[in-house]
DNA sequence: CTTGACCTTGACCCTGAGGGCAGGGTTTAG
DNA sequence: CTAAACCCTGCCCTCAGGGTCAAGGTCAAG
């Protein structure tokens, strides 16, 4: 199958194919023409790598995933180091979510001080 | 006082300061040599610049903060233009501190089933 | 065989808030 | 006078692609 069959049946753009492929997640093969030739395997990866991203991983941090599943297993998180890289991530969500609750406070005492001082103006 | 003066005092970087300039931000005159020349207005701009970059808004976010000040406020934050950034951001962080928990509920999931799924099959 | 619709390629610029570096002019201290 | 320290502009980099482009390939109908 070709980039645009791909990018379908993985759900996503032809141009997020060849990004992953920078990254160095796919290799496909190529025509005499010079296009890009991807099989089934190819569509699992690409859902795979859509999946993660959407978690919030960057690129680099699927590739123990997709080592997973190049080594022949049926999912890609089963491997040790993809256990590891979801915990990683949990605990970037879990920093993240405390930096923001932390904003979130400095952002309503600035608020409130702000209109205090506008009522008292007033 | 010239741009390294500034920067020390609002405690920023060079980068910085050209950088909140090239957003419109900072409207230095300049020497005969063409060096850029600031005072301590400006000092007080860069550190609520800062401030409000620390808070996640975006440089375009700190516009209003930055004309009420140039209005002749004493703060930045008390025109109701500022206050309703105040509140757009409020609202983002609470968008995304859901998000992020929901992300998080997704991942200890997806951590559990691969979890299990080893386990069953040692 | 040709036309036209559609596909593919690589290459370029764009995002936000600067960091880093290059190359060159200026100022200031010794 | 010279060297250090400072200033300038301009370019490339981040991350996950989006948008657009020109050039060329493919495949059908006519």
Redesign the pocket.
Known sequence: M????LAAEAG?????V???ES?GLLK?R???????TYDAHDVVVVRE??AL?SLG????QTYPFIECLRAGNGRADVCPASLEAYRTRIAEVDRRIAELTDLRARLTDLLTDAENWRTRQL
Chains 1, 2 share one sequence.
């Open positions: 070709r980039i645009s069959d996503v753009t032809v141009k997020a060849r990004y992953y990254q496909p190529r025509e005499a023409n010079g296009y890009r790598v859509k991203l991983l960057t690129a680099e």
